[in-house]
């Protein structure tokens, strides 16, 4: 089996807790000692909840996104005895991105002796310039590599 890694030589800061939002990408933080995280959430809604709130009027959610990189809409209803349905007029919109990550454009299949192009992009939504060190590992040399 192959495995591909990456990760940048100098050292990257930003705020954990927000890593997969759009609107804060680049915050002082704790220095990524590595960028190898498996994406394995792909759920296209999320969020279902049945949620009281009290006479203040708000409710602070704090929930863990899935791993697409998409935008999402959050909407709600309620309801009151006294004032019956309500809907939310404006749904929240809000962008999720992976602050670093490489996509594979691999053939769906491969017979044996077979030459291959595997074609790798790396995306960078740190909003800065970065040097990155890309490593496919042929584990067992399973794989013949040719003209590297």
Do not use: C, H, M
Not at 62 to 69: F, S
Not at 92 to 98: C, K, L, M
Not at 119 to 126: E, G, R
């Amino acid at each position: 089996s192959l495995g591909l890694f990456a990760r940048t030589l100098d050292d990257i800061l930003f705020d954990s807790a927000n890593e997969k939002t759009g609107r804060n990408a680049l915050q002082s933080g704790k220095p990524i000692g590595k960028l190898v995280s498996y994406r394995t959430n792909f759920q296209e809604s999320w969020l279902w909840k049945n949620v009281s709130i009290g006479r203040s009027g708000s409710r602070k959610l704090i929930e863990v996104v899935p791993d697409t990189t998409t935008s999402w809409y959050l909407t709600g209803f309620s309801i009151d005895p006294v004032y019956g349905l309500g809907i939310i007029k404006k749904p929240i919109q809000f962008t999720t991105v992976q602050p670093f990550y490489i996509v594979e454009n691999l053939p769906y299949s491969i017979k044996r002796g077979e030459a291959v192009v595997l074609q790798f992009t790396l995306f960078n939504n740190l909003g800065a310039e970065y040097i990155a060190d890309v490593t496919l590992y042929n584990v067992a040399n399973q794989t013949e590599f040719v003209g590297r």
